[in-house]
T-cell receptor, first 116, second 114 residues
């Protein structure tokens, strides 16, 4: 498909367990973003990858959250020792390189995480 | 962190009516974006504004980038049932060495009575 894909679409886990969320960006997009959307709220920036540059991690809420991007394509967001307040929809977006007019971010459908 | 104030929080209007929503910020942005999100989907870009004072249309949608660079509005004319959804404004400070992260408003829920 041509769009951003995310997996799983839904994840239910128990408090204290680790979870991994995956994002496949649009082919050729060098920038990748993770956002979190809590119920009834706007999107909250988490982390941003651009090519081989060091990621902007300024939005990660705690050291339980980490993300990596392998080979400049697929990204995994990991939440360790999940807490109930981590329950949210986690959205991934990708865009082209800045120099190629990478202004428009295209979003995936999100992963709905529920921590019991 | 940065905050965008988006209003109204929700609207319940009659089909055919015009709709207006807006966003204000305490910070300057050099790009304003409007997204629509349907249930179970990610946000979809509706309109992007890149210049202060810019007025841009996309079909029945019209958006403006405020001259102070701290606000934007979105108008929908002659609403139809498929306009239902959540509309988000987003501000972006596109600086090459900082990146393109978006700051989102809390959203406006639009419901349309047919």
């Amino acid at each position: 498909g041509a769009g951003v894909s995310q997996s799983p679409s839904n994840k239910v886990t128990e408090k204290g367990k680790d979870v991994e969320l995956r994002c496949d960006p649009i082919s050729g997009h060098t920038a990748l973003y993770w956002y979190r959307q809590s119920l009834g709220q706007g999107l909250e920036f988490l982390i941003y990858f651009q090519g081989n540059s060091a990621p902007d991690k300024s939005g990660l809420p705690s050291d339980r959250f980490s993300a990596e991007r392998t080979g400049g394509s697929v990204s995994t967001l990991t939440i360790q020792r999940t807490q109930q307040e981590d329950s949210a929809v986690y959205l991934c977006a990708s865009s082209r390189r800045w120099s190629q007019g990478g202004n428009e971010q295209f979003f995936g459908p999100g992963t709905r995480l529920t921590v019991l | 962190g940065q905050q965008l104030n988006q209003s109204p929080q929700s609207m319940f209007i009659q089909e055919g009516e015009d709709v207006s929503m807006n966003c204000t910020s305490s910070s300057i942005f050099n790009t304003w974006l409007w997204y629509k999100q349907d249930p179970g989907e990610g946000p979809v870009l509706l309109i992007a504004l890149y210049k202060a004072g810019e007025l841009t249309s996309n079909g029945r949608l019209t958006a403006q980038f405020g001259i102070t660079r701290k606000d934007s509005f979105l108008n929908i004319s002659a609403s139809i049932p498929s306009d239902v959804g959540i509309y988000f404004c987003a501000g972006q400070l596109r600086v090459k060495w900082i990146g393109n992260k978006l700051v989102f408003g809390a959203g406006t829920i639009l419901r349309v009575k047919s």
